[in-house]
């Protein structure tokens, strides 16, 4: 069985890549800590944009596990041009995955190398890994691994958010919520 902990980010002060947390931020990245905590994790692998590493940073110096960044976890680009009307682009990408807008990513392009590094992860012989993203990579890998998820789902998500996705090599993916928004786990 392997299990694969997909944890969206904590609250950031902005979008840039290297936008901190904000102290809102700092205080769930220890709540994130506490709920891995006595957790059985063999590997971290996180988006290399601050807000993602730090919001793992404090479980893996507690847990003493480096934090491995990988490019593909990074957020998706929707449009480099600024889209007054980008949530109703944002639901349109989800039911067209091949919606391109100016300088931007399509749906397809984005889950094609989210799911890359989880196919990669289902592969390796950790049994156990935790994946550090953004929440529309990661609702599009929700959506590649059950086809339930969309729009819907992404506009749910919260920061930080986590999501447990379990397979057994014959059944495909199952996905459990495991963050219950500002509730945190339960």
Not at 36 to 59: L, Q, T
Not at 79 to 96: G, I, Q, V, Y
Not at 153 to 158: A, I, P, Q, S
């Amino acid at each position: 069985m392997k299990r694969i902990w997909l944890v969206r980010h904590c609250k950031a002060a902005g979008q840039e890549p290297e936008e901190p947390l904000t102290d809102e931020g700092v205080r769930q990245a220890e709540r994130l800590a506490d709920f891995f905590s006595g957790k059985k994790v063999d590997r971290i692998v996180s988006s290399p944009f601050e807000r993602a590493v730090a919001s793992i940073r404090p479980f893996a110096d507690r847990a003493g596990i480096a934090i491995e960044t990988d490019g593909r976890l990074r957020e998706r680009v929707l449009s480099t041009e600024p889209l007054p009307d980008w949530m109703e682009r944002l639901k349109a990408s989800f039911d067209d995955m091949d919606v391109r807008l100016p300088g931007g990513e399509t749906s397809r392009e984005a889950t094609e190398r989210g799911m890359a590094v989880i196919g990669e992860m289902l592969r390796r012989p950790e049994e156990a890994t935790i994946v550090v993203t953004h929440g529309n990579l990661l609702a599009l890998i929700l959506k590649a691994c059950d086809g339930r998820y969309g729009y819907e789902d992404w506009k749910k998500l919260t920061n930080p958010d986590v999501f447990e996705l379990l397979a057994d090599g014959t059944n495909g993916i199952g996905i459990r919520r495991l963050w219950n928004g500002a509730a945190g786990p339960g």
